[in-house]
């Protein structure tokens, strides 16, 4: 069974820090792109990271480039996102995605996430 299970969010101050891990399980996530989305209140999904399957090249959202990095330890079929100098307005539900659309292509394979919440408050 096909499985991406999301943790790591909570509330944090602005300016603070968070890492998010994605734990998949039933399928082989080394051959396939993952990506990080997140979904603000009332605003449609947005793609924020992604890293390609050989772990040699990401793409971020240019809001988050230089805060935010992207990485993946297929020996433990997990992709991670650090988070740093959070804002506000990047609080929202953060979701893990394997294969899908991404730069380099889009699979036919899509699976998703149930999510965690970012809260970046004081």
């Known amino acids: 069974q096909v499985q991406l299970v999301e943790s790591g969010g909570g509330l944090v101050q602005p300016g603070g820090s968070l890492r998010l891990s994605c734990a998949a399980s039933?399928?082989?996530?080394?051959?396939?792109?993952m990506s990080w989305y997140r979904q603000a209140p009332g605003k449609e999904r947005e793609l924020v990271a992604t890293?390609?399957?050989?772990?040699?090249?990401?793409d971020y959202a240019s809001s988050v480039k230089g805060r935010f990095t992207i990485s993946r330890d297929d020996a433990k079929n997990t992709v991670y996102l650090q988070m740093n100098s959070l804002k506000p307005e990047e609080t929202g539900v953060y979701y893990c995605?394997?294969?899908?659309?991404?730069?380099?292509?889009?699979?036919?394979?899509?699976?998703w996430g149930q999510g965690t919440q970012v809260t970046v408050s004081s």
């Open positions: 995605n394997a294969g899908g659309r991404t730069p380099w292509g889009t699979y036919d394979f899509d699976a």
């Open positions: 039933g399928f082989t996530t080394g051959i396939y792109a």
């Open positions: 890293i390609s399957a050989s772990g040699a090249s990401t």
